[in-house]
């Protein structure tokens, strides 16, 4: 979106045409638009609003129905926080006895609306001018919060006694930054704020190795929905669980933590492992990530079934809002042609394939399966002692 057109974007008549555009559809964009200049409206206003609203349509599962009054760039919406986990982090901030903090690359403006929204004050900056501008519209019914255009390391930050990040992993590419040091802002310069702001909390990459995470860090990985979104560094007064690694599993409404005392960067536990047994669980990406594994078998009184391999088997079920339980029916070694038998025998039509430890790749093994049955099943596809093996599982209920 160029200068120009996002300014029309703002005038009156150019916010009347966003917001009275219909439902966003891919099918009928080019149409629309279409009809739209044929109207005498200029292509570039046209060209932005249509652009604008795809942006809302897609920022819903982000933002709810906040979305349909915000403005967005496609990088700015991929990387902001979805606004119930934003939230989340808010509460520590206001928890923390907090009242002015410091949003360093605000981007669009989510954290700080999560910010705000908790009648925090808010210093939001950001150094690209039209991302600034969009923050500041997406931000106008919060008067708690402050937009400035500029270098987040030349802000003035008196009085602030809160900051938050959450510095840009991608090159003007798109490509994922997976070094720290190319992040922006600075995550090394970042950390170095929190000699003046002890409360400081940092927003990276899920991928971010232990290692890499300073031992006075609460580093708390965070999962929505069974997808792991980020890992989040704690500091100071923001983490009164202390330093360590945690798992954040939000589901729905419900959020559970998993966590482990000692520095980020402790060696990672190994669960003991044996055979399989009764039940099956996989492991939320989050527990995974932080390294949380061998905490979650001892949970379940369960082992490994290979000491590589994150599956965790049990004797009894366990209700856990940390993994996927199933029952497990049946095991045996994986052969193509003996997965296929068995799925056929059972009229197997509609196959759940899941898979950990192996190169098989589902989509493949679906089509060659070539399954015309009425029943559904579930398969995991794994390596026992090196061997690959099937266990053919039942999905537990939420309280399994």
Known sequence: MDPESFAQLLTPPGWALLDGLPPYDEGTAMHLGEALRAQGLDPGLVAAALTQSRLRARATSKFGEFASSMLFTPDGLEQAT?????????????DAGLSYV??????????AMALAGLELRVLAVEADEMTAAI?????????EAEVRHGDAF????????????????????????????SYSPSVERLLALRESVPALGLKLGP??????VPDDAHAQWVSVDGTVLEADLWFGPLAP??????????TGDDAAVLAQEGTPSSPVVTAPSGPVAEYLYEPDGAVIRAGLVADLARDLDGHLLDPRIAYVTTSLAHPTPFAHGFRVLDEFAFSLKRLRAYLRERDVGTLEIKKRGTAVVPEQLRSQLQLRGRASATVALTRIGGAPRVLVLERLGRDG
């Open 102 to 111: 410091a949003d360093l690359g605000c981007g669009i403006g989510g954290d």
């Open 154 to 181: 030349e802000a003035d930050l008196s009085g602030v006694d809160g900051i938050w990040a959450d510095p840009a992993r991608r090159t003007s590419a798109g490509a994922r930054l997976r070094d720290l040091r």
């Open 135 to 143: 923050a500041t519209v997406n931000l106008r019914q919060l008067p």
């Open 82 to 94: 979805r606004l119930s986990v934003a939230v989340r982090h808010a509460r520590r901030y206001l």
């Open 207 to 212: 991928a971010i190795a232990h290692g890499d």
């Open 241 to 250: 669980e202390g330093p360590g690694r945690s798992a954040l599993v939000v």
